[in-house]
């Protein structure tokens, strides 16, 4: 039952979420050098520079590089730490899990002014490893609570019966418990490759004057002399995230996926 | 079964290792830093004093700490006041809009900050936008640029932390139980009345609890400080990093990020204890 006030307020919010990027839209797909809106002449030639300049070309590359590593990485250990606790109730398995919920509790600065000491001393300071294994690491929260829902769905008669039928810890890993935790393996990996994409912090701070991802390309653009070019990557940010997340969306289903069914 | 036990103990130590290596040891190599000298030379030299710290009582730190704090606070309730009614009223929705609202927060929950602010200040120039936009519907005769601006940073922060409020309380809105609101709706009390007695009531332990979530991660923003305020809005986060990459004072640096990380478990443990209290 919606009352019309929930409705107005409902519409409001969504115009103000959406209003940003609707102006940047049209900045995007100006023809003019500066910016004006709503545009005078339409032209695609800055989603061209965007994708024929080297410059912007090789910012993506390594944006996208990035991401899938440390996704990689950040759900490898999230699996890992819930796989442990699930088979087995130990402390030590609750400490493993407790600590990959800390990154998430610290603000960015933190994590970002840690990890660049951290790879200054080790000597990758400046390198694309470094960020690498910082973003798979620091972003493990999210996939490591998804996962623990699809843990929690496993219910114990399927492996059981999968033991009496006589196999190993491993074959019932691979044939039972992967398939079925697949969806949340598929989410976790999906968000973290995303959040990777699009932060800026941290990437700038442990390798970003050699380093130059998207968004710290973006950034030192609007600092210091500004293109329409900018918006039109910003909008490729935009594309991108809003399709991985309605691929995901089709895939699996979202809403249950973060807790909001009765069943769950 | 030995074999599973060693098995099992193997991936809790290798995971434990790679946490412990990039997370914890992070960690404690800034708080080992901030007692260093700095160098302008190098990064810093190995010492232990406290002049680091006995740096950030002076005037100028002191300023900043309270600015941050009351950034951080006031955007910290803006965001929960705006977004909880929003979220009540997203769960009424039926299955398919609330799916098209999950996935509108979640995009710009996992959206840079860098293209948020970008939008913003786009959004807020003179030449575009809604400076244009009053000035057309007669509300503004000679309009300017809205940012940089105190007003346009906490925009850009409250924008940011919307997403992630939102998403936060969703999951508990979604389930909550309806009878009672129902019952008090039907028997003719009015929708206002229902909400401050009803559905606040029911929900006060995890509003609290994200408001101080929200608190830690409004102190933490760095972009929209930097692209929407004006020197004088900067939170501790811009100087911070200011001190660290820019005046290459790394030690000065780690000393205030200590200083923010104790603030940070303060908060948590409140909202932890707070949390605890409420339930019996």
């Known amino acids: 039952m919606i009352t019309r006030g929930q409705k107005t307020l409902l519409i409001c919010v969504a115009i103000l979420l959406v209003a940003p990027f609707v102006v940047v839209f049209g900045v995007s797909v100006g023809a003019s050098k500066t910016i004006s809106f709503p545009p005078d002449a339409l032209s695609a030639q800055w989603y061209n520079t965007l994708f024929t300049e080297p410059d912007w070309l ?55 002014l840690g990890a660049s000491i951290f790879w200054a001393e080790f000597g990758w300071y400046g390198r694309m490893e470094a960020t690498i294994i910082s973003h798979g690491v620091f972003f493990v929260t999210l996939p490591l609570v998804i996962l623990a829902r699809g843990f929690a769905a496993l219910t114990e008669e399927v492996i059981e019966a999968a033991q009496m039928m006589g196999a190993t810890q491993a074959q019932v890993f691979r044939t039972v418990i992967l398939p079925l935790i697949a ?69 699996t289903d979202l809403v249950s996926l973060l807790g909001a069914s009765k069943e769950s | 079964m030995i074999s599973e036990r060693a098995g099992t103990t193997a991936i809790s130590t290798v995971t434990f290792i790679v946490l412990a290596v990039f997370f914890v040891v992070p960690l404690a190599l800034m708080i080992i830093v901030s007692f260093y000298k700095s160098d302008p030379m190098a990064f810093y030299e190995v ?45 009424e929705l039926s299955r398919r809009w609330q799916l098209f609202w999950i996935i509108l927060l979640l995009s710009l929950m996992c959206l840079s ?33 809205l ?13 940011l932390g ?43 332990t995890s509003l609290i609890s994200v408001t101080l979530t929200m608190f830690v991660y409004l102190l933490g923003v760095f972009v929209m400080p930097t692209m929407l305020g004006r020197p004088k809005d900067w939170t501790m986060t811009v100087i911070i990093s200011d001190k660290a990459l820019g005046d290459a004072n790394l030690p000065l640096g780690a000393a205030l990020a200590v200083i923010m990380l104790i603030v940070t478990a303060l908060v948590l443990l409140v909202s932890v204890l707070a949390t605890r209290r409420a339930e019996p």
């Open chain 2, 162 to 204: 919307f997403s992630i409020v939102a998403l936060i309380l969703y999951p508990q809105a979604a389930r909550r139980d309806r009878s009672i609101e129902e019952a008090a709706l039907t028997l003719g009390t009015p929708p206002m009345l229902v909400f401050f007695k009803v559905v606040l009531p029911a929900f006060r």
């Open chain 1, 183 to 251: 969806p949340y393996l598929i989410t976790g990996f999906a968000l973290v490759a995303i959040i990777s994409v699009n932060e800026y912090l941290i990437a700038n701070m442990i390798s970003g004057f050699v380093v130059e991802t998207l968004p710290i390309k973006i950034f030192n653009n609007v600092r210091y002399g500004y293109s329409p070019v900018v918006a039109s990557a910003s909008m490729l940010f935009v594309g991108i995230t809003v399709t991985v997340l309605l691929v995901l969306a089709r895939l």
């Open chain 2, 47 to 91: 010492a232990f004093v406290w002049d680091n710290y006995a740096k950030f009582f002076s005037s100028f730190y002191y300023t900043v700490s309270v600015r941050s704090l009351y950034t951080a606070v006031l955007g910290a309730v803006v965001v929960v006041a705006i977004t909880f009614p929003t979220v009540l009223a997203i769960s």
């Open chain 2, 113 to 145: 900050e860098v293209i948020i602010g970008f939008a913003w200040l786009i959004l807020m120039s003179e030449s575009v936008g809604l400076p244009r936009f009053l000035e057309w519907i007669g509300l503004w005769t000679n309009p300017r640029s």
């Open chain 1, 58 to 112: 090789a910012a993506i590359g390594r944006s996208l590089l990035i991401a899938a590593i440390a996704a990689l990485i950040s759900v490898t250990i999230a699996l890992a730490a819930n796989y442990v606790l699930w088979r087995r109730q130990s402390g030590f398995s609750k400490l493993v899990f407790a600590l990959g919920l800390g990154p998430f509790l610290l603000p960015p600065i933190i994590l970002a």
């Open chain 2, 147 to 159: 940012s940089p601006s105190f007003g346009a940073m906490l925009i850009g922060l409250v924008y």
